[in-house]
């Protein structure tokens, strides 16, 4: 076994064996960027994240409207731009966060249809075999001799052992 690098865990298969030292390899940042998504997808999906909003909304409108002109920062007079800017933002960003996280979910949908599939084609397989047992036992079981066949053959055995002495006690 001429390898640069010998494996020396033996708790895991030979193709699942790693280094100590975690590795940050593309696929695991991208990962890692996917259940961001999907935290945030699901995080905007509660009734919280919409209570959280409205307060904030709710805040900057009353911020902006009842203090004093020198501590307001958006103009009710201008239909608050600032907020419907920040609010587009948000809805900009949330869009694409949206889409990737259902995508992700896609794929996983995808693979355990995948696995499912495998998993009835095996259940198939394993049903069909103990079908063909079943009916290999049926005809074994058909040509064995049953308990009551048996007795039968011992007493005419019986009889006839009993007469062949009885006949030989005659001649006697």
Do not use: C, H
Not at 50 to 74: C, H, Q, S, Y
Not at 106 to 125: G, H, K, P, S, T
Request: glycine fraction near 4%.
């Amino acid at each position: 076994m001429a390898r640069g690098k010998q494996d020396t865990r033996l708790d895991a298969p030979k193709g699942l064996r790693t280094s100590v030292i975690p590795r940050r390899d593309p696929v695991e940042q991208s990962d890692r960027f996917g259940r961001f998504t999907e935290w945030i997808a699901r995080a905007m999906g509660t009734p919280w994240f919409v209570l959280g909003l409205t307060v904030f909304v709710i805040a900057w409108m009353a911020w902006n409207t009842l203090l004093p002109k020198e501590w307001r920062f958006d103009s009710a007079d201008l239909g608050f731009i600032t907020l419907t800017l920040v609010l587009s933002l948000q809805a900009s960003y949330a869009a694409p966060l949206i889409l990737l996280a259902q995508n992700r979910q896609d794929d996983r949908d995808r693979v355990q249809i995948e696995q499912d599939r495998q998993r009835a084609e095996r259940n198939l397989a394993d049903t069909e075999y103990l079908a063909r047992e079943v009916v290999a036992l049926r005809l074994a079981v058909k040509d064995m001799a049953t308990k009551d066949f048996i007795r039968a053959e011992l007493r005419a055995l019986l009889e006839d052992l009993d007469k062949r002495d009885e006949g030989e006690q005659a001649r006697a």
